[in-house]
C-alpha cells in the first residue's frame, strides 16, 4: 500500500532526500525511591556532563552556521549547566528525599523556572527561565537514555518532518542540509511557511498525518509546487521527480535573465516590485532576485533570534545595514509585530485566549512606549543612510494610528533638537484589518502610504486562523469579499494621491497579481524568490485587459469564479 499523500504546497521546489524527523521526544518518567544516593548522584552528573559536551557542539555549529551572536544563547546554557549550586540543589534533592535523579532535576529545575518567570518585568530572569527548560530536557534525555533531535546538528541533506515548525526554528535551519520541509500542521501563510520561501526551501504543510506515516531515514519526495508527498519512491518515480526538480531549476535560471530589468507590463506600465524580509541576512536574495525595493523588513525577528530586547545600537546597526545595501531604493520598515505565534523566549506576554486577536505589534508598542521609543529613534537615525519608510501593523483605529504618529514626532523632535541626522521618512500603515480597510478613505488622509497585509487580513476577514490547516480552503484571496476589500483600499489611496502596496503573501501569487494589476495596485512585495517570476508574469500582461479582469473578478461570486476568469483572460 501506498504512505503517499497531500498537503498544502507552502514553498516552491522539489526536494528528495532522507526523512529527518524533528520530533519532541518522549521525557516521561516515574518518581522512585532510591536507595544508594552516591550511585544516583552521579547519574545527573553524568548526565549534566553529556548534556554539556551537546551543547559545545551545537553552539560551534551555530558560531559556523548562524554567527557569535546568535550562537551566544547556547553560552548561557553552558552556564546553567556548570552552575554549582544548580548541580549541589539537584545533589542535595536525591540526598534528602531519596528520590531518583530523575525526578531530583524536574523538582529543582521547576522550582527555579516558577521563581524566574514569576518576575514579569524582568525580562532577563524570564530569559534564563527559558534557558532552564532547554537544559532540564538536554538532562533528561541523557538521564533517559532518548535522542533529543536537534536541527542544528543536522550534517547531510535531509527533509525535515516535524509536527509543527515555530519562526525560530525555522531561522535556524541551514539550507545547505534541509532541502525540504514537511509538517503535520501550519498553513500556506504561517511564517514558518514564508520564511522556508524566503529560504528557497520547498515545503509542504499542514499535511496532518507527515510525522505518523514517516520514519526516519527513508527517502522522501516533498513536491512543493503542488503540495504531493512521496514516501520511499520506486526508481521510475524517483526519476519522474529527479525531472521535476531539474526542470523547476531551469526555469528559475529564465526568470534570472530578467533580474535587471524593469518590472513593467506589455503596454508599458511600472510597478514596483519588492522583497519581503526578516533580517538583514535576507539581503543577498533580495539583490539577487532584483528587487526593486524592501516592501516588508519584519523588525520582530530582530527581537525574536536575540535573547534579550535588542538596544537601540544594535537595532540601529540592522537598520542601516539593510537601507545602506538598497542604496537609495525604499525600504519599508514595519516596527515590531511580536505576538500571534511570533513570540519571544525572554518576555513571557501574558497567556490570551485567542493571541491572534489579542495584545500583540502596535497595541503593544503603544502600552509599552519605551520599547516603541527605542525602536523609533534607532529607525530615525538610520534613516539617514538610505531611503527609508516606516509603518505600524495592526492598526485598526484612526486613533492608534494618531497616537504612534505622536510617538514618532516626539522622539524625531528630539534627535533633531540633539543634531542627529535623519533622512525624510514616509509614515504608513498596514492594511490588515478589516475596519481599516474599510475605513481606508479616512486614513487615506493622513498617512504617506498603505500596505495591505492579507496574510491577517483574509484571516479576519474570514475568521479563520492562518496557521490552522483545518481551516485552510478559508485562504480565499481571490474571494470578491477580499477583492472588494483590497479595491477599495487601492481607491482610497489614489484618490489622495497616496501611495498603495500590498506585502501579503497574495502580491506574489500569479492568480492574484493580474487581477492586482488591473486594480492598479503601486508596489508587489513578496518572498525574494518570487520576484523574477512575477515580473515575468507581468510582461505578458496588458493593463486595459486587466482592468476589465479586475472589474468581473469584483463582481463574480465566488473565489473559484475569479480563478476561471483569471485563467481565461491570461491564457
Ligand atoms: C500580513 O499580515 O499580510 C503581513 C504581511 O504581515 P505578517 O505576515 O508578518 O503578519
Ligand atoms: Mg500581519
Not at 511600472?270 to 541576512?281: C, D, E, M, R, Y
Request: charged share 25%.
Amino acid at each position: 500500500m501506498s504512505n503517499n499523500f497531500k498537503g498544502i504546497a507552502a514553498s516552491n521546489g522539489v526536494a528528495i532526500a532522507k526523512a529527518y524527523l524533528l520530533v519532541d521526544p518522549d521525557l516521561s518518567f516515574t518518581k522512585t525511591t532510591i536507595t544508594d544516593v552516591t550511585a544516583e548522584q552521579a547519574r545527573v552528573d553524568d548526565a549534566s556532563k553529556a548534556a554539556s559536551a551537546d551543547v559545545k557542539i551545537i553552539k560551534s555549529r551555530a558560531e559556523k552556521n548562524l554567527g557569535a551572536d546568535e550562537a551566544q544563547v547556547f553560552e548561557a546554557h553552558l552556564m546553567v549547566l556548570s552552575d554549582p549550586e544548580m548541580s549541589g540543589a539537584f545533589n542535595q534533592k536525591i540526598a534528602d528525599d531519596k528520590v531518583n535523579a530523575e525526578q531530583a532535576v524536574k523538582e529543582v529545575t521547576d522550582m527555579y523556572i516558577g521563581m524566574f518567570e514569576a518576575m514579569t518585568d524582568n525580562a532577563y530572569m524570564q530569559e534564563r527561565a527559558a534557558d532552564i527548560r532547554d537544559v532540564t530536557k538536554r538532562i533528561l534525555s541523557h538521564l533517559l537514555n532518548v535522542a533529543l533531535p536537534n536541527p542544528a546538528l543536522i550534517d547531510e541533506e535531509v527533509v525535515l518532518v516535524s509536527k509543527d515548525l515555530t519562526p525560530s526554528d525555522t531561522s535556524q535551519l541551514d539550507r545547505q542540509f534541509v532541502k525540504g520541509i514537511l509538517t503535520d500542521l501550519g498553513g500556506r501563510t504561517a511564517h514558518a511557511s514564508i520564511m522556508a520561501r524566503t529560504l528557497e526551501i520547498p515545503a509542504v504543510v499542514g499535511s496532518e498525518v507527515a510525522t505518523q506515516t514517516i520514519t526516519a531515514g527513508v527517502t522522501v519526495i516533498v513536491d512543493g509546487l503542488t503540495g504531493d508527498v512521496i514516501v520511499d519512491p520506486d526508481a521510475e518515480t524517483l526519476a519522474t521527480y529527479q525531472q521535476k526538480a531539474a526542470d523547476y531549476l531551469a526555469q528559475r535560471a529564465e526568470w534570472a535573465l530578467l533580474k535587471d530589468q524593469q518590472s513593467v507590463s506589455a503596454d508599458g506600465k511600472n510597478f514596483v516590485l519588492g522583497a519581503n524580509i526578516g533580517s538583514p541576512k535576507d539581503m543577498d536574495a533580495v539583490l539577487e532576485n532584483g528587487s526593486e525595493g524592501v516592501g516588508l523588513y519584519r523588525t520582530e525577528f530582530l527581537y525574536m533570534e536575540s535573547d534579550h530586547l535588542p538596544t537601540e545600537d544594535e537595532q540601529f546597526e540592522a537598520y542601516k545595514a539593510v537601507v545602506e545595501k538598497m542604496a537609495g531604493k525604499p525600504v519599508t520598515v514595519r516596527t515590531m509585530d511580536i505576538g500571534g505565534d511570533k513570540n519571544l523566549s525572554y518576555w513571557k506576554l501574558p497567556e490570551e485566549e485567542n493571541p491572534f486577536l489579542g495584545y500583540r505589534a502596535i497595541r503593544i508598542s503603544l502600552d509599552q512606549t519605551e520599547i516603541f521609543r527605542t525602536q523609533l529613534r534607532a529607525l530615525l537615525r538610520a534613516s539617514a543612510y538610505g531611503n527609508l519608510w516606516i509603518m505600524f501593523p495592526m492598526i485598526a483605529t484612526l486613533g492608534e494610528f494618531r497616537a504612534a504618529k505622536k510617538v514618532y514626532l516626539e522622539e524625531r523632535a528630539k534627535l533633531e533638537e540633539a543634531g542627529v541626522s535623519m533622512g525624510e521618512i514616509k509614515l504608513g500603515i498596514m492594511i490588515e484589518i478589516p475596519a481599516a480597510a474599510v475605513l481606508a478613505d479616512k486614513f487615506a488622509k493622513e498617512v504617506d502610504f498603505f500596505s495591505i497585509g492579507t496574510n491577517d487580513l483574509i484571516g479576519y476577514t474570514m475568521a479563520a486562523d492562518r496557521g490552522n490547516d483545518k481551516v485552510a480552503y478559508l485562504y480565499q484571496p481571490y474571494n470578491p469579499s477580499i477583492l472588494r476589500l483590497i479595491n477599495n483600499v487601492i481607491a482610497a489611496a489614489h484618490n489622495e494621491g497616496k501611495f498603495v502596496a500590498m506585502c501579503g503573501e497574495m502580491a506574489g501569487d500569479p492568480i492574484a497579481v493580474p487581477v492586482l494589476m488591473g486594480m492598479g495596485l503601486d508596489e508587489f512585495s513578496m518572498s525574494a524568490p518570487s520576484v523574477l517570476q512575477t515580473r515575468s508574469l507581468m510582461k505578458k500582461l496588458d493593463t486595459v485587459d486587466m482592468k476589465s479582469l479586475a472589474e468581473k473578478a469584483l463582481d463574480a461570486e465566488t473565489n473559484e469564479e475569479v480563478i476561471a476568469l483569471v485563467e481565461a483572460a491570461t491564457k
